[in-house]
C-alpha cells in the first residue's frame, strides 16, 4: 500500500493515530472531505479509510448516498475499505446489511469481545478476547451477509466485521485524547444524555493510557489490514 485515501464526513472527525502509522510506515495520505469534493478513483495500491460523523446512512443526505454507491462499487473489486463508525455502518449498508437505530447508545469506555468462533488467525493474535475500546455511536447493523463477525458487546450483537479486503468496526480505535475533546466540543448534546453505556466528560478524558491502548490495537490492525494477504 502506497497511499490511504482517508474521507471525512465532519471536520472534527479526523484520522488520528492513523495519520502517525502512515507516516511511521511511509504511506502517504490524502484526505477528501464527502461533503464538499467528489469521491476519487481508488488504484490498486491505494487504501480507503472512512471516518465517523454524527449523521445516519439512512438519514437523506446526498453526499452520503453517493459514497454508498462508490463504496459498493470498490467492494466489488475487493478493494481495501476499513470503516470506523459511521464508516463502518456504510459499509455495512453498501453489503447489503440494516442498518438501524441501536438498543443503546454508546459513548466512552466499554468492552467489546472477540468472537469465539472467528477462523482468521491473524486477527485472534493482534486482539484479545476482550477489548477495552472508545465508542461514540447511537446505531448499529447487522452483520453483512458473506462477512466474519469480528465483535460484539451487550449493546451491540456486531460491533465489527471483516469480508475480504474489507474491514467495519463501530468503535474507534484511532482516537487521541484531542480528538476525543473535539468530539465533546462538537457534540455536547451525545453526553448530556443518560444511558448505561454514556460516560461524562470526565470518565471519557480520564486515563491517558486508554487512548495509547486502543493506538496499539489500531497499529496492530493496520499492520495486517495493510499489507497482508487476506
Keep these: ?37 467528489d469521491l476519487p478513483d481508488i488504484s490498486d495500491d491505494e487504501g480507503l479509510v472512512l471516518m465517523g460523523g454524527p449523521m445516519s446512512v439512512n438519514d437523506d443526505i446526498d453526499f452520503i448516498e453517493k459514497e454508498i454507491l462508490w463504496v459498493k462499487n470498490l467492494l466489488k473489486k475487493n478493494h481495501k475499505v476499513l470503516g470506523i463508525c459511521l464508516g463502518a ?35 485472534k493474535n493482534i486482539f484479545n478476547e476482550s477489548e477495552l475500546v472508545f465508542h461514540w455511536h447511537g446505531e448499529a447493523f447487522d452483520l453483512p451477509v458473506g462477512a466474519k463477525r469480528i465483535f460484539f458487546n451487550d449493546a451491540s450483537d456486531c460491533q465489527g466485521f471483516y469480508k475480504g479486503n474489507a474491514a467495519g468496526f463501530q468503535f474507534h480505535m484511532e482516537t487521541q485524547m484531542e480528538t476525543a475533546e473535539a468530539l465533546i466540543e462538537n457534540c455536547p448534546e451525545d453526553i448530556e444524555k443518560t444511558g448505561v453505556f454514556i460516560q461524562t466528560k470526565e470518565e471519557i478524558l480520564r486515563d491517558n493510557k486508554n487512548f495509547d491502548s486502543i493506538n496499539s490495537l489500531m497499529n496492530r490492525f493496520l499492520d495486517w489490514w495493510a499489507f497482508a494477504d487476506k
Excluded at 20 to 27: L, T
Excluded at 98 to 119: M, Q
Design 89 to 123: 455502518q456504510i459499509i455495512a449498508k453498501a453489503l447489503g446489511a440494516l442498518v438501524f437505530k441501536g438498543k443503546e447508545s454508546e459513548i466512552g469506555w466499554f468492552p467489546v469481545f472477540l468472537d469465539k468462533s472467528i477462523e482468521n488467525e491473524d486477527l
Design 1 to 37: 500500500m502506497e497511499k490511504i485515501i482517508i474521507v471525512k464526513h465532519v471536520p472534527f472527525e479526523g484520522p488520528g493515530f492513523i495519520s502517525s502509522w502512515a507516516e511511521e510506515n511511509k504511506i502517504s495520505i490524502k484526505t477528501i472531505c464527502s461533503w464538499d469534493e
